[in-house]
């Protein structure tokens, strides 16, 4: 009996972490695919506040609605782990949405993605030495090396010069890497024990809780915002935040945060390759090369069970 639910363990864990695989997926094409469209609001059309607050907030009000008709079972939680949701609303949600679109405008796009997409180090080292919940083996640290080296390589086509920290972004992309990983490794905490829903509705609740207080709604009237950009407003908060912060909270379920971390670096690949096709921004031969390492480092990972029992056979 023993030896046939081991055998059922070896076979199912290869398929939950497929499933982790193609969850993370959908959050970064989502994310890498809104990134572009960001962009173009912010330099184009609107102020970074309004497009951080939006975001979450309407995306808050969909869920709060849908739940309070469906299933009001989903806003039961514990009071003590209420702060831990506010902490990963304001810091997690609200400030890495801030701090790396602030950095985009101020600085340049490469230089908020380089920055924040240094996060994956900081949530394997948290994960690893801290939580004591991943492991630190080969695979899993070629996978990091190869993913960064490539967003390098894809970002900046290998020129240092892309890279540009001044004023103020010399503190909120640092900041924004730091509270993205933090993102991680809290949803990854919270999902243990809550319903995908639950996490969602209370980090976007109290993100949208801390932006009212930062942007009142007064400002937001005085603006005189037309149908058309509300219609925005709602779109941008589907597509750019909603879909994807459900699929990668989904696939935290199945993966380790350090995993996670470095699956997400496909990201601003996605983004590149996104404003290529979409802005008809320009795609050269060394930022091709800078995809195919990271796209070659999720393979890597997706292949390390595999790869690890072989290791372990051969000891």
Not at 22 to 42: D, E, H, R, S
Not at 296 to 311: E, F, N
Request: aromatic content about 14%.
């Amino acid at each position: 009996m023993k030896s046939d639910e081991a055998k059922t363990d070896t076979n199912q864990y290869p398929t939950h972490t497929l499933r982790g695989f193609i969850l993370l997926f959908i959050a970064v094409l989502f994310w890498g695919g809104a990134a572009p469209l960001g962009k173009l609001l912010i330099v184009t059309r609107f102020d970074t506040l309004i497009i951080v607050q939006t975001r979450t907030s309407l995306a808050f009000v969909l869920l709060l609605i849908f739940f309070l008709l469906i299933d009001r079972n989903i806003f039961k939680i514990k009071l003590r782990d209420a702060w831990k949701f506010a902490v990963l609303g304001i810091v997690g949600v609200a400030i890495t949405n801030y701090t790396y679109y602030f950095t985009v405008k101020e600085a340049s796009v490469a230089t908020a993605i380089l920055v924040q997409y240094s996060a994956p180090i900081w949530i394997m080292l948290y994960s690893v030495f801290i939580l004591n919940e991943d492991k630190l083996d080969l695979v899993t640290v070629v996978s990091l090396v190869v993913a960064l080296t490539g967003c390098f390589f894809a970002v900046t086509s290998g020129s240092l010069h892309s890279i540009n920290l001044k004023g103020w972004t010399i503190v909120t992309g640092p900041l924004s890497a730091f509270t993205f990983a933090y993102q991680v490794v809290g949803t990854k905490q919270l999902i243990k024990r809550y319903s995908i829903w639950t996490l969602l509705l209370y980090m976007f609740g109290f993100s949208a809780i801390f932006w009212l207080c930062i942007n009142p709604p007064w400002h937001i009237i005085a603006k005189h915002y037309t149908c058309s950009d509300w219609g925005f407003f709602w779109m941008f908060a589907v597509v750019s935040i909603l879909i994807p912060q459900t699929a990668f909270a989904a696939g935290l379920k199945y993966l380790e945060a350090s995993t996670a971390g470095i699956i997400s670096v496909m990201e601003p690949v996605i983004a590149i390759a996104a404003a290529f096709l979409i802005l008809g921004e320009s795609l050269g031969i060394i930022q091709m090369f800078g995809g195919f390492m990271v796209l070659s480092a999720v393979v890597l990972l997706q292949a390390h069970p595999m790869i690890m029992r072989k290791m372990m056979k051969i000891e």
